[in-house]
Every structure is written in C-alpha cells, then in structure tokens.
C-alpha cells in the first residue's frame, strides 16, 4: 500500500470516527431529554447531524436525498440541512487514478485506450468520470470507483441507521425500518458496475424504440465490477435551457417523461435518481431534441402487480372509487389500513398524481413557487399521522415516491407547461399486469438479468 492510499484510508477511518462520536452525542441527547420529559432544539441538532456526516460526502448523502421526498420518514430540519450538503467527493488525483485503472485493468491499462483525459470530467459520491476515446475514435465515458467504497457504504448505512433509530425514538408516526432496508439494498446494487452495464442494455432494450431518448452502449473489454466504461453522449446540460423558447422546454421534458413513465408502465422497471446531473440534451440543427439518460446504477425492478396498483390508484382517485384505492395501497405493501390512515395516504397521493389527473396544459407544480412544492401536503401528512398513525412505509415505495418527486423537480426547474394526463393516459393505454409481465421477463433475459426481479 503506497502512502498516498495510506492517508486516504487513515483519513476515511479518523471522519467515521468523529462521525460516530458526534452521532452518539446526538443521540445522547435524544434519550435524555426523553427520560427528563425536557424538549429539544430539533434545529440545533439537525445542524449538528449535518456538520457530522458533512466530511463523509458519500453514499449517506445519496440515501439522505432519497429520504428527503417521504413525508416525515427524516423531520424537516433534518432533511432540509441534509440537503444542503454536497453530494461529491474529492476527486482522485492522477497518480491515484492510474493505480486504480491498473487494478482494474492491468498494468498497461493505458494501450487499451487511444487516448485518456488525466482530469475527471465529474466526482460523485461513489466513483468519478473520465473522458476517454477509442481506438477506433469513439468517444467515451469512463467511470472508475473509488477504492474501499463497499466498506464506505457499509460504515453510512450504519449512521443512516442511527439516524433513522433517532427519528423513531423522538417523533415515530413512520415507522423506517423497510426503507432503510429498501436504501441499502439499492446503495450496495450502485457498487456492482457489471450490474450498471446490464441496467444499460435494459434501457437500450426498453427505449429502443423511443427516438427521443438516448442510451449508450457498455463497452465489456474495458469494463469490470469497479470500472464501466460507456460510450460519451455529447449533450448539454438541461439548465441551460431554462430560459429557452417554451416549445425547447417541452421538448425536453416530453423526453423526460417518456424515459421515466415508459419503461415502468411497460416494464415494471424505473430509474429511481432521476436529477438534473443524470440527464443531458442532445440536439439537432441547434435546437433540443430528446435527452441522453447518463447513470444506471439507481434502477430499481419492481413486480408487474405493483404497476398493477400504481394504475389502480390512478383510477381510484380519478373515479372516487374507494374499493380500488384501498387494493392499490394493500398491492404496495401497506398493512393494517383504517380508514383514517387511508385518508392520510391519500393527502400524498392526490398530490403526486395531481398533474395526470387534470386535463389541461399546465406547469407540473401549478402556479405553486418551486420551493414549497409538496410542503403543504407533508406538512398536513405529518400533522394528520400524529393522530391517525403510525403507518409503516413499504420498502417498495421509497424510490417510486422520490423518482416520482424528482421527476416533477426536472420540470419545474423546465417550467415545462403540458398535459401530464395525456401523456400519463397513453403511456398506461392496453395496460395489464400479465403484459408487463410478460415484457418484462424477455427484457430482463436479453440483459443478464433475469434474476434481479
């Protein structure tokens, strides 16, 4: 082990430990003021939680955005300063990079490739990204790990449940134990890059008919299970079309919609990270066409019978069939429905599907300001589950609720203006269980994957 991987380690050991210390201090804190019967300056401590966990910029982020968009799974200083820290890690330096590529690759890693930028092009919580080109000229995106990352990713999940044992102790209307569950079983699948390479082929598979949305190839040979290599999608950046001519706008959000809403109505299957940083725009003649969807290690394979219960609670609530409803919610897994928490349910749910079920062209928030968007309705969850609850959380609805949320924030950020019903109807027209089951066995076999359902 050379120095250089010595400090890393030894930096990466002494941040776990301050932040396991910091954590039991709060934590402390929690159990006394409950045994005392005192209050607790909830704010003060969520800074706190914040400033511990802000050295690690690592997986525990990833998850922290995830919990962010369900109502009362974190309290709402909580996720509010969790937000606010950055989800990037420090770059790997060159010397760093060419150890790593040789592990992965070999010791003349380099003669695989014609050429290979020194300086990565992004550095995310798991890995960073380097510019590469072929030997035959292709362009190409090269996503290395960084080293150590499973133990990393076991050591956040751990203070992800501290955190979570915390909330329950202090405020328990939700009860978190199968979204933690849910977060790590998809943060652990995002360290397995062979795994990313075949979520690609299935989207090439699910969306090779919707010309709007590019996918790009895996290349094998220069690819392992902490190394992927993909082909580079020349694209801009979607906030760059902000203030573009609203036709831009729409243009780019129809894509996004499709990329999303397609590939789970058809396949039972979703990217569960859809923020700005995954996406950029292609264009043709200067002007935007469709997106290049990025990053694969998010996707979550859901059974056809709770695609089933997302359409059935689509039409309930546009009906105002009560029966139907309560069938969508027993399919996702909740349990023990009274009629009360059924209610409270329904808060959340009138909200996230507000914008397919009104017919008419509008924004998705609906002259709403970007930065209350779903306040209200958390706000009135929290506050009726304080009486009604505790309802426990389905492990399967935590990335369909933030996927859903973080969809909706694209086009707000898009300030796109459609018909989200029209779109949402014939993205679910012909649709039956037995369809997507169908489908989604063939797609899965074509990808390697025919065990990951």
Sequence with gaps: MTDDERNRLSARAARYARV???????????????FFGLTIDRGKNAIELAAALGGLKGPIMKAAQLLSTIPDALPAEYATELMKLQNEAPPMGWAFVKRRM???????????????EH????????????????????????????????????????????????????????????????????????????????????????????????????????????????????????????????????????????????????FGVIHGDPHLGNYTAFEQAGEPRGINLLDYGCIRIFPPKFVGGVVDLYRGLLEGDETRIVHAYEVWGFKNLSRDLIEVLNIWARFIYGPLMDDRVRTVADGVKPGEYGRREAFRVHQALREKG????????????????????????????????????????????????????????????????
Excluded at 193 to 211: C, F, I, S, V
């Design 390 to 453: 505790p309802v426990t959380v389905p492990r399967e609805f935590v990335l369909m609720d933030r996927a859903a949320i973080g969809l909706g924030g694209v086009f707000l950020h898009l300030a796109a203006e459609l018909n989200f019903h029209e779109l949402f109807e014939n993205a679910i027209s012909r649709f039956t269980v037995a369809q997507v089951s169908a489908r989604q066995t063939d797609a899965l076999k074509a990808a390697g994957l025919e065990n990951a359902a």
């Design 119 to 266: 300086t990565p092009t992004a550095a995310a919580s798991l890995g960073q990204v380097h510019r590469a080109v072929s030997h035959d000229g292709k362009p190409l995106a090269v996503k290395l790990q960084y080293p150590d990352m499973q133990s990393a990713v076991e050591a956040d999940l751990r203070q992800l449940d501290m955190v979570l044992a915390i909330h329950r102790r202090m405020d328990p209307v939700i009860d978190t134990r199968e979204i933690a569950q849910e977060l790590g079983a998809r943060i652990r699948e995002e360290l397995d890059y062979r795994r990313e390479a075949k979520h690609a082929a299935l989207y090439q598979n699910m969306l090779g008919d919707t010309p709007e949305v590019r996918v790009p190839a895996s290349w094998p040979s220069l690819s392992t299970g902490r190394l992927l290599t993909l082909d580079w999608l020349e694209g801009k950046k979607l906030l760059e079309y902000k203030d573009a001519p609203l036709e831009a706008r729409n243009r780019i959000a129809v894509a996004m919609f499709k990329a999303w809403w397609q590939p789970f109505s058809r």
């Design 20 to 34: 396991g210390t910091n954590m039991g201090g709060i934590a402390a804190r929690f159990v006394g003021a409950q």
């Design 102 to 116: 040789a592990a992965e690759l070999g010791p003349e890693w380099q003669s695989k490739f014609g050429s290979f």
